[in-house]
């Protein structure tokens, strides 16, 4: 298993469910990864694991959605292992599944700084890093079939994964000719433990979106979005550039 062979990655919100997924199986592909969280007990934890199973990885802790510390995490994967080729940009929060009459400003706020301005942080420093170096670069955005389709999740989130998919299309289209790929991946229901990060939920959102999660055929699991990632940062994907790769097990087909 030698896709991603010397390969670097960066990985955000790997501490546990998605990210740690794709961290490891990016490990186990030959990849050197930086194992980045705001949980560094978390992100440890998960470097530990994948050096004891013969692979390389550095943990470093990052708040993504503060620019200077991912301009930090990007230059500690040059800095340790001399370089960078893929950018997983994971990391993310979920809103109270809140319509917007009862959107709360200070929660709408940090959302979007999480999961779009984290992003857009993410996306500007690697690409500058390849540019300047004439280097070609990967990134995969991990957005949501919340960014497709609207009726999953709160106003917040969805809008905050529609500005993913958003920029991720368009960063694609303006650096196509530079050799850098951006793609995403959107999942559907996986079992993480994102979801015990909502308290507080809206009755009023929940009564509406419980009838489109009636369609949900099943429940993924992390190593089946690690393995599209892998597959998006491998040459087997060479000439995919800008698409959303929807990995729900056709909860979307309907639609």
Known sequence: MTKLLDKVAVVTGAASGIGKGIAEVYAKEGAKVIVADYDMSGAETVAEGIIAGGGQASAVQVDVSDNDQVVATIQTAIDTYGGLDILVN????????????????????????VNVNGVMYGM??????????DKPGNIINITSIGGLIHGVAGTTYVASKHAVSA?????????TKQNIRVNGIAPGAIATNIASTMTDLSDFGNSRIGGVSALNPGIGH?????????????????????????VDGGFTAPF
């Open 167 to 175: 920029m991720t299309k368009s960063t694609a289209f303006m650096y």
């Open 90 to 113: 994971n990391a993310g929060i979920m809103d109270k599944n809140e319509p917007v009459a009862e959107i709360d400003t200070e929660k709408f706020d940090q959302v979007i700084a």
């Open 124 to 133: 500007r420093a690697a690409i500058n890093y390849w540019l300047n170096e």
């Open 222 to 246: 992390p190593e089946d979005i690690a393995h599209a990632a892998v597959f998006l940062a491998s040459d087997d994907a060479k000439f995919i550039n800008g698409d959303i790769i929807t």
